[in-house]
């Protein structure tokens, strides 16, 4: 699909207002809210816009700002909640949120300079998946295990490194976690099938 002005228009216009958002620059009546709500009142309307104009000619790219969308309000949501009871952990969390965000505006800068020859994956959203981590999710499949046993399964010694691409598949919203133990989040399934 090639974009029309547009298209591109309505891009730019989401990629100002998150640039906008991860600034602290916005109207005086959303300045206030947590970065939550700010995201909920300032952003996500003009993404739904975007995502709506998509969806017919770009059915994989607007899959791809929807997850990255759903990852960055999770996220927001998780670091106002943090900041009520670990301040610290929640400015790290805070740094963290705010890389999502930058990733994010270059992704959606990559579809609006979309020629019509490129069709962006998810996996180029998620900048691609080393050789541990697709042995992750190959042995992960659709189980849930512990890391341990998530390792033995991998053919992987389960020390820091491993803990590192867990961590990093769980900080994606690739991974998630709770007992009894790590699972491959459904709209990343289709990683299963490579």
């Known amino acids: 699909m090639t ?27 959303i300045k206030d809210f947590t970065r939550y709500i700010q995201l909920i009142r300032f952003v996500e309307p003009q993404a739904n816009v975007v995502l709506m104009d998509l969806s017919a000619g770009m059915p994989e790219a607007v899959r791809v700002i929807h997850v990255k969308l759903q990852e960055l309000l999770r996220k927001a949501s998780q670091v106002d909640i943090l900041k009520q009871e670990d301040a ?36 180029d959203a998620e ?3 080393d050789d541990a981590e697709q042995d992750i999710i190959e042995a992960i499949g659709n189980e849930a295990l512990t890391g341990e046993k998530l390792a033995k399964k991998a053919g992987r010694p389960y020390n820091f490194k491993f803990k590192s691409s867990l961590s990093g598949l769980r900080k994606r919203g690739i991974l998630g976690n709770k007992k009894p133990g790590y699972f491959l989040e459904p709209e990343y399934e289709f990683l299963l099938k490579k």
């Open 3 to 29: 974009l029309t002005s547009e298209h591109i228009a309505e891009i730019e216009r989401l990629i100002n207002r998150l640039k906008k958002w991860r600034e602290g620059d916005m109207p005086r009546a």
């Open 127 to 129: 900048h691609g998946l």
């Open 88 to 123: 610290y952990a929640a400015r790290i969390e805070d740094v963290n949120l705010l890389r999502l965000a930058r990733d994010f505006v270059l992704m959606l800068e990559r579809i609006a300079k979309n020629t019509g020859n490129d069709t962006l994956t998810l996996n």
